[in-house]
Protein backbone atom coordinates (compact mmCIF):
# COMPACT_ATOMS: atom_id res chain seq x y z
CA UNK A 1 0.00 0.00 0.00
CA UNK A 2 1.51 3.40 -0.86
CA UNK A 3 1.31 6.42 0.99
CA UNK A 4 0.59 10.11 -0.68
CA UNK A 5 0.57 13.43 0.15
CA UNK A 6 -2.06 14.24 -2.55
CA UNK A 7 -4.80 12.12 -5.04
CA UNK A 8 -6.64 14.20 -7.45
CA UNK A 9 -9.86 11.45 -8.71
CA UNK A 10 -12.64 12.04 -11.23
CA UNK A 11 -10.25 14.45 -13.84
CA UNK A 12 -9.06 14.03 -17.18
CA UNK A 13 -5.04 14.23 -17.39
CA UNK A 14 -3.75 15.76 -20.16
CA UNK A 15 -0.34 13.19 -20.27
CA UNK A 16 2.07 13.25 -23.68
CA UNK A 17 0.60 10.50 -24.79
CA UNK A 18 -2.72 11.73 -24.80
CA UNK A 19 -5.99 12.75 -22.64
CA UNK A 20 -6.52 9.57 -20.17
CA UNK A 21 -9.03 9.23 -17.09
CA UNK A 22 -7.11 7.99 -14.51
CA UNK A 23 -6.09 8.76 -11.18
CA UNK A 24 -2.82 10.95 -10.17
CA UNK A 25 -0.53 10.49 -6.80
CA UNK A 26 1.67 12.84 -5.60
CA UNK A 27 4.52 12.59 -3.18
CA UNK A 28 7.40 14.78 -1.93
CA UNK A 29 6.39 17.23 -4.55
CA UNK A 30 6.69 15.05 -7.27
CA UNK A 31 3.98 12.88 -9.36
CA UNK A 32 4.66 9.29 -8.48
CA UNK A 33 2.00 7.68 -10.02
CA UNK A 34 -0.87 7.82 -13.13
CA UNK A 35 -2.95 4.76 -12.70
CA UNK A 36 -6.42 3.57 -13.66
CA UNK A 37 -6.89 3.04 -9.88
CA UNK A 38 -4.74 4.28 -7.10
CA UNK A 39 -4.74 1.97 -4.01
CA UNK A 40 -3.46 3.36 -0.81
CA UNK A 41 -3.57 6.63 1.31
CA UNK A 42 -3.56 10.35 1.44
CA UNK A 43 -3.54 13.29 3.32
CA UNK A 44 -5.21 15.08 0.94
CA UNK A 45 -8.00 13.86 -1.69
CA UNK A 46 -9.32 16.00 -4.41
CA UNK A 47 -12.41 15.02 -6.01
CA UNK A 48 -12.15 17.02 -9.56
CA UNK A 49 -15.73 16.54 -10.77
CA UNK A 50 -15.76 16.39 -14.62
CA UNK A 51 -12.25 18.76 -14.40
CA UNK A 52 -9.17 18.84 -16.63
CA UNK A 53 -5.90 18.55 -15.10
CA UNK A 54 -3.20 19.93 -17.21
CA UNK A 55 1.04 20.71 -17.08
CA UNK A 56 1.34 24.00 -14.81
CA UNK A 57 2.39 26.75 -18.03
CA UNK A 58 5.74 27.92 -18.05
CA UNK A 59 6.04 31.67 -19.32
CA UNK A 60 9.09 32.19 -20.50
CA UNK A 61 8.52 36.07 -21.09
CA UNK A 62 7.25 38.04 -18.43
CA UNK A 63 8.80 42.07 -17.72
CA UNK A 64 8.06 41.52 -13.65
CA UNK A 65 10.42 45.50 -13.28
CA UNK A 66 11.57 44.77 -9.27
CA UNK A 67 13.85 45.98 -8.34
CA UNK A 68 13.80 49.49 -9.31
CA UNK A 69 10.53 49.92 -11.07
CA UNK A 70 8.17 48.03 -8.50
CA UNK A 71 5.39 50.73 -9.00
CA UNK A 72 5.26 49.34 -12.75
CA UNK A 73 5.09 45.41 -11.18
CA UNK A 74 6.80 43.33 -8.07
CA UNK A 75 7.15 39.95 -8.23
CA UNK A 76 4.37 39.91 -4.85
CA UNK A 77 1.56 41.35 -7.40
CA UNK A 78 2.87 39.66 -10.52
CA UNK A 79 3.29 36.30 -9.11
CA UNK A 80 -0.28 36.31 -7.52
CA UNK A 81 -1.33 36.92 -11.15
CA UNK A 82 0.56 34.51 -12.56
CA UNK A 83 -0.69 31.74 -10.31
CA UNK A 84 -4.24 33.20 -10.76
CA UNK A 85 -3.87 32.19 -14.35
CA UNK A 86 -2.06 28.53 -14.10
CA UNK A 87 1.24 29.58 -14.11
CA UNK A 88 3.87 27.84 -12.40
CA UNK A 89 7.22 28.92 -13.05
CA UNK A 90 7.58 32.48 -15.04
CA UNK A 91 11.15 33.69 -16.53
CA UNK A 92 11.87 37.18 -15.66
CA UNK A 93 13.23 39.41 -18.48
CA UNK A 94 16.50 41.38 -17.92
CA UNK A 95 15.12 45.06 -18.97
CA UNK A 96 12.51 47.22 -17.01
CA UNK A 97 14.27 46.58 -13.38
CA UNK A 98 16.70 49.00 -12.70
CA UNK A 99 19.21 47.83 -12.90
CA UNK A 100 18.92 46.26 -15.98
CA UNK A 101 20.27 42.22 -15.59
CA UNK A 102 23.41 42.85 -17.40
CA UNK A 103 25.50 42.12 -14.44
CA UNK A 104 26.06 39.53 -11.89
CA UNK A 105 25.33 41.94 -9.34
CA UNK A 106 22.07 42.82 -10.81
CA UNK A 107 21.12 39.19 -11.31
CA UNK A 108 21.91 38.33 -7.58
CA UNK A 109 19.86 41.15 -6.42
CA UNK A 110 17.08 40.36 -8.72
CA UNK A 111 17.20 37.16 -7.64
CA UNK A 112 17.11 37.71 -3.64
CA UNK A 113 13.95 39.72 -4.48
CA UNK A 114 11.89 37.23 -6.13
CA UNK A 115 13.23 34.63 -3.58
CA UNK A 116 11.74 36.76 -1.01
CA UNK A 117 8.36 37.87 -2.64
CA UNK A 118 7.71 35.48 -5.54
CA UNK A 119 4.76 32.71 -5.30
CA UNK A 120 6.06 30.94 -8.46
CA UNK A 121 8.98 29.08 -9.38
CA UNK A 122 11.10 31.36 -11.57
CA UNK A 123 13.99 31.58 -14.03
CA UNK A 124 15.87 34.66 -14.80
CA UNK A 125 16.92 36.11 -18.17
CA UNK A 126 20.62 38.13 -18.77
CA UNK A 127 20.61 40.64 -21.01
CA UNK A 128 22.73 41.09 -23.92
CA UNK A 129 23.95 44.87 -24.75
CA UNK A 130 27.01 47.10 -26.18
CA UNK A 131 29.63 46.74 -24.22
CA UNK A 132 28.67 43.63 -21.53
CA UNK A 133 30.21 40.45 -23.81
CA UNK A 134 32.61 39.82 -20.91
CA UNK A 135 29.57 39.43 -18.61
CA UNK A 136 27.96 36.54 -20.44
CA UNK A 137 29.89 33.65 -18.87
CA UNK A 138 29.20 35.32 -15.69
CA UNK A 139 25.75 35.25 -15.82
CA UNK A 140 25.47 31.92 -17.29
CA UNK A 141 27.60 30.65 -14.20
CA UNK A 142 25.30 32.85 -11.69
CA UNK A 143 22.30 30.32 -13.65
CA UNK A 144 20.70 33.08 -16.50
CA UNK A 145 18.14 30.74 -18.29
CA UNK A 146 19.68 32.34 -21.35
CA UNK A 147 20.31 36.07 -22.60
CA UNK A 148 17.92 38.32 -24.44
CA UNK A 149 18.95 41.06 -27.22
CA UNK A 150 16.66 44.15 -28.90
CA UNK A 151 17.70 44.56 -32.43
CA UNK A 152 15.45 47.94 -32.06
CA UNK A 153 15.11 50.76 -29.63
CA UNK A 154 13.51 48.88 -26.48
CA UNK A 155 12.27 52.30 -25.51
CA UNK A 156 14.59 52.29 -22.28
CA UNK A 157 18.13 53.91 -22.10
CA UNK A 158 19.79 51.31 -19.59
CA UNK A 159 19.01 48.71 -21.95
CA UNK A 160 20.29 49.91 -25.51
CA UNK A 161 19.42 47.73 -28.99
CA UNK A 162 22.08 45.24 -29.92
CA UNK A 163 23.65 46.22 -33.58
CA UNK A 164 24.95 43.66 -35.83
CA UNK A 165 28.66 44.03 -34.34
CA UNK A 166 27.02 43.37 -30.91
CA UNK A 167 25.02 40.75 -31.84
CA UNK A 168 27.39 38.71 -33.95
CA UNK A 169 30.07 39.05 -30.72
CA UNK A 170 27.25 37.84 -28.24
CA UNK A 171 26.35 34.94 -30.39
CA UNK A 172 30.34 33.96 -30.72
CA UNK A 173 30.53 33.96 -26.74
CA UNK A 174 26.87 32.34 -25.77
CA UNK A 175 27.72 29.89 -28.74
CA UNK A 176 30.59 28.23 -26.39
CA UNK A 177 28.47 28.13 -23.32
CA UNK A 178 26.45 24.73 -23.07
CA UNK A 179 22.42 24.91 -22.78
CA UNK A 180 22.42 28.65 -23.75
CA UNK A 181 20.60 30.67 -26.31
CA UNK A 182 20.05 34.07 -27.10
CA UNK A 183 15.97 35.16 -27.41
CA UNK A 184 15.60 38.24 -29.87
CA UNK A 185 13.68 40.78 -30.14
CA UNK A 186 13.41 41.08 -33.92
CA UNK A 187 12.03 44.25 -35.37
CA UNK A 188 14.70 46.52 -37.91
CA UNK A 189 16.01 49.53 -35.52
CA UNK A 190 16.70 51.72 -39.08
CA UNK A 191 13.82 50.84 -40.72
CA UNK A 192 11.73 51.27 -37.81
CA UNK A 193 13.54 54.94 -36.41
CA UNK A 194 13.33 56.19 -39.53
CA UNK A 195 9.64 55.38 -39.85
CA UNK A 196 8.58 56.55 -36.43
CA UNK A 197 11.26 59.75 -37.41
CA UNK A 198 9.08 61.13 -40.47
CA UNK A 199 5.58 60.02 -38.85
CA UNK A 200 6.49 62.52 -35.99
CA UNK A 201 7.93 65.25 -37.99
CA UNK A 202 4.73 65.25 -40.18
CA UNK A 203 2.78 65.17 -36.74
CA UNK A 204 0.60 62.17 -37.97
CA UNK A 205 0.89 60.00 -34.65
CA UNK A 206 -2.53 58.26 -34.45
CA UNK A 207 -2.85 54.62 -33.75
CA UNK A 208 -2.51 53.97 -37.06
CA UNK A 209 0.25 55.60 -38.02
CA UNK A 210 1.95 53.64 -35.35
CA UNK A 211 1.03 50.95 -36.96
CA UNK A 212 3.07 51.83 -40.23
CA UNK A 213 6.03 52.56 -38.47
CA UNK A 214 6.26 49.04 -37.21
CA UNK A 215 5.46 47.04 -40.40
CA UNK A 216 5.96 43.41 -41.10
CA UNK A 217 8.95 44.38 -43.32
CA UNK A 218 10.41 45.47 -40.26
CA UNK A 219 10.08 42.07 -38.38
CA UNK A 220 10.95 40.27 -41.25
CA UNK A 221 14.58 41.90 -42.02
CA UNK A 222 15.65 41.24 -38.64
CA UNK A 223 14.29 37.74 -38.40
CA UNK A 224 16.62 37.03 -41.23
CA UNK A 225 19.14 39.00 -39.89
CA UNK A 226 19.33 36.80 -36.68
CA UNK A 227 19.13 33.85 -38.90
CA UNK A 228 22.38 34.54 -40.81
CA UNK A 229 24.18 35.56 -37.96
CA UNK A 230 22.93 32.02 -36.42
CA UNK A 231 24.01 30.09 -38.70
CA UNK A 232 27.36 32.28 -39.33
CA UNK A 233 28.08 31.66 -35.13
CA UNK A 234 26.18 28.32 -34.47
CA UNK A 235 24.55 30.15 -31.74
CA UNK A 236 21.25 28.54 -30.52
CA UNK A 237 18.82 31.35 -31.12
CA UNK A 238 14.73 32.06 -29.68
CA UNK A 239 12.88 34.89 -31.84
CA UNK A 240 10.44 36.07 -29.64
CA UNK A 241 6.66 37.44 -30.17
CA UNK A 242 6.98 36.76 -33.99
CA UNK A 243 3.46 38.85 -34.96
CA UNK A 244 3.34 37.51 -38.47
CA UNK A 245 3.02 34.01 -40.84
CA UNK A 246 5.50 35.33 -42.79
CA UNK A 247 7.83 35.48 -40.06
CA UNK A 248 7.55 31.87 -39.30
CA UNK A 249 7.66 30.87 -42.88
CA UNK A 250 11.25 31.87 -42.56
CA UNK A 251 11.83 30.41 -39.16
CA UNK A 252 10.59 27.36 -40.29
CA UNK A 253 13.01 27.26 -43.59
CA UNK A 254 15.91 27.94 -41.00
CA UNK A 255 15.40 24.86 -39.21
CA UNK A 256 14.57 23.07 -42.33
CA UNK A 257 18.60 23.95 -42.87
CA UNK A 258 19.27 22.48 -39.81
CA UNK A 259 19.51 25.68 -37.73
CA UNK A 260 19.10 25.66 -33.79
CA UNK A 261 15.99 27.93 -33.64
CA UNK A 262 12.80 28.26 -32.18
CA UNK A 263 9.83 30.85 -32.26
CA UNK A 264 7.45 32.20 -29.54
CA UNK A 265 4.17 33.97 -30.21
CA UNK A 266 1.96 35.66 -27.57
CA UNK A 267 -2.38 35.73 -26.96
CA UNK A 268 -2.52 38.99 -28.13
CA UNK A 269 -1.57 38.46 -31.47
CA UNK A 270 -3.95 35.42 -31.68
CA UNK A 271 -6.37 37.14 -29.93
CA UNK A 272 -6.76 40.62 -31.03
CA UNK A 273 -6.22 42.57 -34.49
CA UNK A 274 -5.20 45.94 -34.95
CA UNK A 275 -8.66 47.24 -34.90
CA UNK A 276 -8.89 46.91 -31.15
CA UNK A 277 -6.66 49.97 -31.02
CA UNK A 278 -10.16 51.98 -32.41
CA UNK A 279 -11.76 51.09 -29.21
CA UNK A 280 -8.87 50.43 -26.62
CA UNK A 281 -5.82 52.92 -27.79
CA UNK A 282 -2.93 52.44 -26.15
CA UNK A 283 -4.21 49.79 -23.79
CA UNK A 284 -3.68 47.28 -26.72
CA UNK A 285 -0.50 49.16 -28.00
CA UNK A 286 2.77 46.73 -27.80
CA UNK A 287 5.65 46.31 -30.57
CA UNK A 288 5.44 44.39 -32.53
CA UNK A 289 2.36 45.83 -33.06
CA UNK A 290 -0.98 44.07 -33.59
CA UNK A 291 -1.91 43.21 -36.87
CA UNK A 292 -5.51 42.79 -39.10
CA UNK A 293 -7.74 40.38 -39.61
CA UNK A 294 -6.25 38.47 -42.50
CA UNK A 295 -2.61 38.00 -40.74
CA UNK A 296 -4.09 36.89 -37.43
CA UNK A 297 -5.83 33.89 -38.84
CA UNK A 298 -2.97 32.95 -41.36
CA UNK A 299 -1.00 33.45 -37.70
CA UNK A 300 -3.62 30.97 -36.04
CA UNK A 301 -2.76 28.44 -38.73
CA UNK A 302 0.99 28.55 -37.94
CA UNK A 303 0.08 26.93 -34.96
CA UNK A 304 -2.24 24.42 -36.14
CA UNK A 305 0.53 23.39 -38.48
CA UNK A 306 2.84 23.01 -35.39
CA UNK A 307 5.47 25.88 -36.88
CA UNK A 308 5.38 27.64 -33.53
CA UNK A 309 7.19 26.66 -30.58
CA UNK A 310 5.97 28.07 -28.21
CA UNK A 311 3.76 30.78 -26.43
CA UNK A 312 4.24 33.39 -23.73
CA UNK A 313 2.60 36.35 -22.34
CA UNK A 314 5.02 38.83 -23.03
CA UNK A 315 3.83 40.73 -19.40
CA UNK A 316 5.12 44.50 -20.17
CA UNK A 317 2.84 45.97 -17.28
CA UNK A 318 3.19 49.98 -16.44
CA UNK A 319 1.38 52.51 -14.04
CA UNK A 320 -1.94 54.15 -15.76
CA UNK A 321 -0.33 57.42 -16.77
CA UNK A 322 2.03 55.94 -18.93
CA UNK A 323 -0.49 54.34 -20.89
CA UNK A 324 -1.59 58.29 -21.78
CA UNK A 325 0.39 61.24 -23.99
CA UNK A 326 -0.25 63.55 -25.86
CA UNK A 327 -0.21 61.43 -28.50
CA UNK A 328 -0.48 57.52 -29.22
CA UNK A 329 3.27 57.57 -29.72
CA UNK A 330 4.44 58.76 -26.43
CA UNK A 331 2.30 55.92 -24.36
CA UNK A 332 3.81 52.83 -23.28
CA UNK A 333 4.09 49.90 -25.33
CA UNK A 334 3.21 46.80 -23.42
CA UNK A 335 0.40 44.22 -22.67
CA UNK A 336 -1.02 43.44 -19.40
CA UNK A 337 -1.71 39.77 -19.84
CA UNK A 338 0.05 37.49 -17.20
CA UNK A 339 -3.35 36.52 -15.56
CA UNK A 340 -4.96 35.40 -18.31
CA UNK A 341 -2.51 34.54 -21.03
CA UNK A 342 -3.31 30.97 -20.19
CA UNK A 343 -6.96 31.13 -19.87
CA UNK A 344 -7.50 33.08 -23.51
CA UNK A 345 -4.98 30.74 -25.24
CA UNK A 346 -6.48 27.42 -23.49
CA UNK A 347 -9.79 28.90 -24.68
CA UNK A 348 -8.84 30.23 -28.16
CA UNK A 349 -7.26 26.97 -29.63
CA UNK A 350 -9.71 24.22 -27.53
CA UNK A 351 -12.93 26.20 -28.42
CA UNK A 352 -13.37 27.61 -31.37
CA UNK A 353 -10.13 26.61 -33.10
CA UNK A 354 -10.38 22.91 -31.96
CA UNK A 355 -6.92 22.27 -31.28
CA UNK A 356 -6.45 19.61 -28.94
CA UNK A 357 -5.43 20.11 -25.37
CA UNK A 358 -2.36 18.18 -25.38
CA UNK A 359 -0.64 20.85 -28.37
CA UNK A 360 -1.79 23.58 -26.40
CA UNK A 361 -0.28 21.87 -23.29
CA UNK A 362 2.92 21.85 -25.00
CA UNK A 363 3.44 25.01 -26.32
CA UNK A 364 2.36 26.56 -23.12
CA UNK A 365 4.38 23.67 -20.93
CA UNK A 366 6.21 20.95 -22.89
CA UNK A 367 8.16 23.01 -25.10
CA UNK A 368 9.41 25.67 -22.65
CA UNK A 369 10.64 23.00 -20.90
CA UNK A 370 12.05 21.34 -23.42
CA UNK A 371 13.60 24.30 -24.95
CA UNK A 372 15.40 25.84 -21.60
CA UNK A 373 16.46 22.93 -20.14
CA UNK A 374 13.92 22.24 -17.13
CA UNK A 375 14.55 18.45 -17.01
CA UNK A 376 11.47 18.34 -14.01
CA UNK A 377 8.77 20.33 -15.61
CA UNK A 378 6.45 20.70 -18.24
CA UNK A 379 4.23 17.88 -18.39
CA UNK A 380 2.45 15.43 -16.38
CA UNK A 381 4.73 12.40 -16.44
CA UNK A 382 5.97 10.37 -13.54
CA UNK A 383 9.00 11.43 -11.69
CA UNK A 384 8.36 14.90 -12.73
CA UNK A 385 7.90 18.28 -10.27
CA UNK A 386 3.77 18.45 -9.24
CA UNK A 387 3.15 21.33 -11.10
CA UNK A 388 -0.63 21.62 -12.35
CA UNK A 389 -3.71 22.98 -13.33
CA UNK A 390 -7.22 21.51 -12.29
CA UNK A 391 -9.31 23.18 -14.61
CA UNK A 392 -13.00 23.79 -16.74
CA UNK A 393 -14.50 25.23 -19.58
CA UNK A 394 -17.42 26.36 -17.94
CA UNK A 395 -16.48 30.37 -17.27
CA UNK A 396 -18.78 32.54 -17.97
CA UNK A 397 -17.76 35.26 -15.81
CA UNK A 398 -15.95 38.21 -17.97
CA UNK A 399 -12.70 40.11 -16.65
CA UNK A 400 -13.03 42.79 -14.39
CA UNK A 401 -10.90 45.28 -13.22
CA UNK A 402 -11.67 44.33 -9.70
CA UNK A 403 -10.16 40.88 -10.48
CA UNK A 404 -7.08 41.95 -11.64
CA UNK A 405 -3.72 41.15 -9.10
CA UNK A 406 -1.24 43.50 -11.18
CA UNK A 407 -0.05 46.66 -9.20
CA UNK A 408 -1.32 48.67 -12.27
CA UNK A 409 -5.13 46.56 -12.42
CA UNK A 410 -5.66 47.27 -16.25
CA UNK A 411 -5.66 45.30 -19.23
CA UNK A 412 -7.35 45.11 -22.88
CA UNK A 413 -8.80 41.85 -21.80
CA UNK A 414 -11.53 43.69 -19.60
CA UNK A 415 -14.45 42.36 -20.75
CA UNK A 416 -13.44 39.61 -22.42
CA UNK A 417 -15.02 35.96 -21.52
CA UNK A 418 -12.81 33.26 -21.36
CA UNK A 419 -14.21 29.64 -21.38
CA UNK A 420 -11.13 28.37 -19.59
CA UNK A 421 -11.07 29.10 -16.21
CA UNK A 422 -8.41 27.83 -13.43
CA UNK A 423 -9.87 26.05 -10.48
CA UNK A 424 -6.31 25.22 -8.38
CA UNK A 425 -2.86 25.40 -9.28
CA UNK A 426 -0.29 23.30 -7.74
CA UNK A 427 3.52 24.26 -7.53
CA UNK A 428 5.62 20.99 -6.52
CA UNK A 429 3.31 19.31 -4.93
CA UNK A 430 1.65 22.44 -3.40
CA UNK A 431 -1.90 23.87 -3.43
CA UNK A 432 -1.17 27.76 -3.75
CA UNK A 433 -4.29 28.78 -5.71
CA UNK A 434 -7.87 27.53 -5.33
CA UNK A 435 -11.72 28.87 -6.22
CA UNK A 436 -10.30 32.27 -6.30
CA UNK A 437 -7.69 32.13 -3.10
CA UNK A 438 -4.21 32.36 -2.34
CA UNK A 439 -3.38 29.38 0.36
CA UNK A 440 -0.37 31.72 1.98
CA UNK A 441 3.23 30.77 2.75
CA UNK A 442 4.33 29.25 -0.21
CA UNK A 443 7.49 30.89 -2.17
CA UNK A 444 8.52 29.65 -5.31
CA UNK A 445 12.45 28.64 -5.82
CA UNK A 446 14.64 29.90 -8.35
CA UNK A 447 15.46 27.23 -11.62
CA UNK A 448 19.03 26.66 -13.09
CA UNK A 449 18.96 25.28 -16.09
CA UNK A 450 20.07 21.80 -16.84
CA UNK A 451 22.89 21.85 -18.60
Excluded at 51 to 58: D, L, M, R
Excluded at 132 to 143: H, T
Amino acid sequence: MSQFDTIIKGATLVTPDGPVEKQLGIAGGKIVAIEAELTGSSNQEIVADRAIVIPGIIDSHVHINEPGNTDWEGFETGSKAAVAGGISCLFDMPLNSIPTTTTVDAFEVKKSCALKNCITDFALWGGLIPGNIENLEPLYEAGAIGFKAFMSNSGLDEFPYSDHGTLKSGMQMISKLPGMRLALHAEDNELTTRLSSEAILRRTTTAKDFLNTRPIEAELLAIQEAIDLAGETECPIHIVHVSCPEGIDLITKAKAMGLDITVETCPHYICMTSKALDSLGPLAKCAPPLRGEGTVVALREKIRSHEIDTIGSDHSPCPAAMKQGATFFDAWGGISSLQHSGPLTYSLLNEELQIPLGQTAKLMSEKPAERFGLANKGSLKVGMDADLIIANFRNKAPITTESLYYKNPHSPYVGATPSFSVETTMIRGTVVFRNGKFQGGFRGQFIRPTR
